[in-house]
């Protein structure tokens, strides 16, 4: 275990993410101490008895005082309001970061509430699950993950290499990046994808031609991967997708372009088109799985449910490591 590198990190929001950063110092001894912060007195019950933190308050400006490192991890369009709360909190000196998909509105909303001599460094670890709450998280969730940084004009260098070796110690491969290009990045890779998901999902589900038994019975592994990704928080995506518009408009062009040579390509017996670009996305498939960002065992590496993940992990889990 190494020497913490920092005394107090304070976890403003406890669900998956939060949740899992915590197991995450706790394998790795990062923080001699972790405060967190949720709206709820369940969350806050769940996180004490987990031992996710020392202390949990109802106030993201009491979890935030004197913490050397603060996290939100809540969702982007909660970002604003709650760093405006803790801004008169936080210690001088101390790393101010997030974990938002989108990194432009956090850099706009968050940037004018951060005090003199706290320095911001915007994150974005690029992992998660459909699952939400504080005992959906794990430590090697951010195991051989890309975790990107998004530090503003004028950042400190050694915080943003302090958060780096964080991140880097949670298991992360970290990258930088400008706010607005990873915001075109993570459009095409993360927004659009889980869009399309929610949409065929609800399709599906509303084709009246179509029995809600009969798409559950006969879901074929493509359909139930969709499913999956549907399953996700409502809540941190509807705020993904309205801070990032932008982008992933111009995406969604993009693919609406795409998508229709391919109904062309059908309609009219193309078949040499259709196998062509059915090959090239097997082969992006390919360097996903050469890169290690995931595995080619059956469903796509990810555990059939949550017992079978939880098996996955080390027993000490449960109890905060």
Known sequence: ??????????????????????HGIRRSGLARRITGYAKTEATRNTARRLGLVDEAFNSAADAAEGADLVILCVPVGACGAV????AGKLKQGAILTDVGSVKGAVVRDVGPNVPEGVHFVPGHPIAGTEHSGPESGFAELFDGRWCILTPPSGADDGAVERLKAFWEALGSHVEIMAPDHHDMVLAITSHVPHLIAFNIVNTAAHLERVTASEVIKFSAGGFRDFTRIAASDPTMWRDVFLNNKSAVIEMLGRFTEDLTALQRAIRFDDGDMLFRLFGEARELRRGIIQAGQDTAAADFGRPHGPAQAAASVPSKKAGGG
């Open 1 to 22: 275990m190494s020497k913490p590198q920092f005394d107090t990190v304070a976890l403003i929001g406890i669900g998956l993410i939060g949740s899992s950063i915590s």
């Open 83 to 86: 760093a405006a709360e803790m």
